[in-house]
């Protein structure tokens, strides 16, 4: 709890018999952490639903936001994934912030329009039952695009049965329907959002899109199991960024645009599975998941400077299938007194990309190829890490964590059927495998 007190003010008037002045009374602006379960400080904490629930949200991923210095924003339509900033780093779409949903990870490797790519917009912000954040790469369970942190959002297994209708301005529009029932010894909670909205675009972003989850939970608080289906559709026109010389010309206003048929189309359909079983002692959680993952998206960087009869307009496009799997045991023990646990775990996931690919388009119809491969990318990593608390404000972080990456490549542009010859194929040749391994050592304190 922070405590800030403004001293004492003097108002002062003048007036034609000189000066007066009177004292103004003391304000005291106290902020409190209600509803924050766990804030041990702003590089790691843990923010309760309560928290999240009484804050308004303008998009799905400013559920971000309640990280202490997390800048969530957008550049180029509501569809499109965020804009983040975190530590002084411009994490661009997600490069250097690990996010999982319910233990799913959201981040893409290879994607199509950027590194990481982190897109919330399937989330329904309703449900999000907790958020766990950390800061820095200091922690052995925490791998790739884990450099400026991670943030973990936990999902509600009931909620109360509601209808909610939302009209505002510029288009939008948002209805959403939720609730729970007991079923076979457990709970099911279902939950469906529709949303539209213009913005204050000359072009309007027309952007729709629709919501879905399902999902089961069994068990107690400290022995459960979940299964979950989750489905997005979304598609959108985009005003992106425009020359300035465009606007102080008089060609458009600062709402106008110079390619109307930029935007996209994105769809996301997942079912994971999550089994947790805490004691006193020890903790074991287990999940496993598979996403069906496509991205369209249209966008005009340069305008007229490569083709300046039918514009730059480009496609990107990306068609993916994600699985994995993540297993981990904690032990919780005193060393010399002093509280300590102890955490072994594995992890993998395997990225099938079908297409990743970059095409030139004309209102997005598309009339030539810079490139479109398939890619098979696979990560696993196994790690151990210790944590012990010395002192009230003193607390370690021990960990080790070896990850190996593995890529194969099949230019299907150059290479259709995939042979690749380097020395006799004249169209060159990028197609290949690699293989890497990292040894990371963690230490915070």
């Known amino acids: 709890m922070g405590l800030f007190t403004a001293g004492p003010a003097l108002a002062t008037g003048t007036g034609d018999s000189g000066s007066s002045g009177s004292r103004l009374e003391t304000i005291t602006v106290t902020a409190t952490a209600t509803g924050v379960s766990n804030m041990e400080g702003a590089s790691v904490g843990d923010v309760s639903h ?7 949200l303008l998009r799905p991923g400013a559920v971000l936001e309640n990280v202490p210095g997390l800048i969530v924003t957008q550049h180029s339509g509501e569809g ?34 950027g590194q990481g790519y982190t897109d919330l917009n399937f989330l329904i912000p309703e449900l999000v039952a907790d958020l766990h954040y950390k800061k820095g790469p200091y922690y052995a369970d925490e791998g790739d695009f884990a450099t400026a942190g991670a943030v973990r959002m936990g999902l509600l297994n009931t909620v109360p049965n509601s209808a909610t209708l939302g009209f505002g301005e510029d288009g939008f529009r948002r209805g959403l329907l939720m609730g729970s029932t007991a079923l076979a010894g457990g709970t099911l909670l ?29 068990g107690s608080a400290s ?24 606007i102080t010309e008089g060609l458009i ?21 999550n089994r947790i079983r805490r004691s006193d002692e020890d903790q074991v959680q287990l999940s496993a998941y598979v996403i069906k993952y496509k991205l369209d998206l249209y966008s005009t ?79 696993g ?12 404000k003193l607390r370690t972080v021990l960990g080790l964590r070896e990850g190996v990456f593995n890529f194969d490549v099949t ?3 150059l290479n259709p059927n995939g042979s690749c010859n380097i020395d006799s194929d004249p169209l060159g040749c990028d197609s290949g495998s690699k293989r890497a391994n990292i040894f990371s050592p963690k230490l915070g304190v």
């Open 50 to 56: 309560d928290e999240i629930a009484s804050q308004p």
């Open 80 to 113: 499109k994934a965020n804009q983040y900033f975190l530590r002084a780093f411009n994490l661009d779409h997600g490069t250097d912030l690990a996010t999982e949903v319910d233990d799913v990870p959201i981040n893409m490797p290879t994607h199509a329009h």
């Open 190 to 218: 279902g939950a469906g959002d529709v949303y539209h909205n213009d913005g204050p675009f000359d072009n309007p972003d027309d952007y729709n899109r629709i919501n879905s989850v399902l999902r089961y939970h069994h």
């Open 223 to 246: 022995d459960f199991f979940t299964l979950t289906a989750m489905g997005y559709h979304g598609k959108w026109n985009s005003t992106d960024q425009v020359p300035e010389h465009a």
């Open 253 to 273: 206003n600062r709402f106008g645009t110079l390619a109307p048929t930029d935007g996209g189309e994105s769809s996301r359909y997942s079912l994971s599975f």
């Open 301 to 379: 960087f340069t305008y007229y400077l490569a083709d300046p009869v039918r514009g730059d307009q480009m496609l990107q496009h990306d068609d993916r299938t994600v699985s994995g799997f993540k297993g981990s045991k904690a032990w919780f023990t005193q060393l010399w007194g002093m509280d300590t646990s102890n955490l072994v775990g594995v992890q993998a996931r395997f990225d099938d990309i079908k297409d990743v690919g970059l095409y030139h388009t004309f209102e997005r119809q598309i009339s030539g190829a810079d490139q479109n491969a398939g890619v098979m990318e696979s990560n």
């Open 381 to 392: 990593a196994v790690y151990v890490e210790n944590t012990t608390q010395w002192r009230e």
């Open 411 to 413: 230019d299907k542009l």
